[in-house]
């Protein structure tokens, strides 16, 4: 089954992760990494949960630790009580993943790269990590912290573009700009916007 590609903000979303192991460790990382809210729930928690997460409930899992979650991952090494956390959240229609059981998962992490607000992810409906993360790794070379850095160079120009140039130039003008920001292997100064902007606005870092 192929998954629509759904981009979800995270920035401080509650997320709860079932489980205190090396995998809930992976899982709580990348939530963490998008900037959810973490809560661990395990009757044994590895001490590095401890630094992405905000709480970490040492004991088993309760059916109200649900509450109020934007998102569940279910990585215990019971694959029944993985599946009974999957039951829950989809009976209160929250999102859940539960580990290496594709059949009791609502979404599914994909492999990624991200360079600041840039990402690229991949999956294949998980039929092939070994896919995924051939894809990844041949995205590397592209998608690299020069191609973050001029994303948000050229989002924070966007309300002078909008003022300066007629809309029918705009992408030719950003095209221009990234074009020159990757050929110079760098950010752009002001005076190097200005000209190519045609002397019309100043941009100010």
Known sequence: ??????????????????????IALHKAKVLHE????????AKEVLPELKEVCVSCR??????????????????????????????????????????????????????YLKEE????????GGQSPV??????????????????????QLGSLRETVKRSVPERERKAVYRELLRLGLERERILTEEEIGQILGGRAKWKE
């Open 131 to 152: 896919v995924t993360q051939y894809l990844k790794e041949q995205t590397r070379p592209v998608l690299t912290e020069l191609v973050g850095r001029l994303a948000s």
């Open 34 to 41: 998008f900037g959810a809210e973490v809560t661990a729930v």
């Open 58 to 111: 040492k004991r088993g899992f309760l059916p109200e630790d649900l509450d109020g979650q934007a998102l569940v991952v279910a990585a215990t090494d019971d694959a029944g009580l993985n599946r009974r956390i999957s039951i829950l959240c989809r009976t209160r229609r929250i999102p859940v993943n539960a580990v290496d059981q594709i059949e009791d998962c609502s979404f599914i992490f994909p492999a």
């Open 117 to 124: 607000e840039v990402v690229a992810a991949f999956v294949s």
């Open 1 to 22: 089954m192929a998954y629509f590609p759904l981009f979800v903000e995270l920035k401080g979303a509650r997320c709860l992760v079932v489980g205190g192991g090396q």
